[in-house]
Nanobody, 125 residues
Framework: QLQLVESGGGLVQPGGSLRLSCAAS????????IGWFRQAPGKEREAVSC????????YYADSVKGRFTISRDSTKNTMYLQMNSLKPDDTAVYYC??????????????????WGKGTLVTVSS
């Protein structure tokens, strides 16, 4: 069983940066398509970014392209989401997730097999 634990959330001013981490245990992340999702108050959970397990292709939501970067460190069995130029609209609970399979484009939340419990990111002055 794969366990995922997020960290790195917090309060940041507009224009600032944060790096979220997702530490995995139980299994290696290398065999999974991994991704970050977010859920803002009153809104549905949405995919932010993912890395395909088959070839390492990355995908991003249009709203974060050019600002967010997803990465994976196999030696630490950890994935990251570097978030720059943050906006108030980025305020949400951010979740990491893993899928035992491959994707073409951003996956739907219902497609993911394993989830972390989330970390809150608040962008406000």
């Amino acid at each position: 069983q794969l366990q995922l634990v997020e960290s790195g959330g917090g309060l940041v001013q507009p224009g600032g940066s944060l790096r979220l981490s997702c530490a995995a245990s139980g299994r290696t992340l290398d065999y999974y398509t991994i991704g970050w999702f977010r859920q803002a108050p009153g809104k549905e959970r949405e995919a932010v970014s993912c890395i395909n397990s088959s070839d390492g292709t990355t995908y991003y939501a249009d709203s974060v392209k050019g600002r967010f970067t997803i990465s994976r460190d196999s030696t630490k069995n950890t994935m990251y989401l570097q978030m720059n130029s943050l906006k108030p609209d980025d305020t949400a609970v951010y979740y990491c997730a893993a899928l035992n399979g491959i994707v073409v484009g951003l996956p739907l939340p219902g497609s993911m097999d394993f989830w972390g419990k989330g970390t809150l990111v608040t962008v406000s002055s």
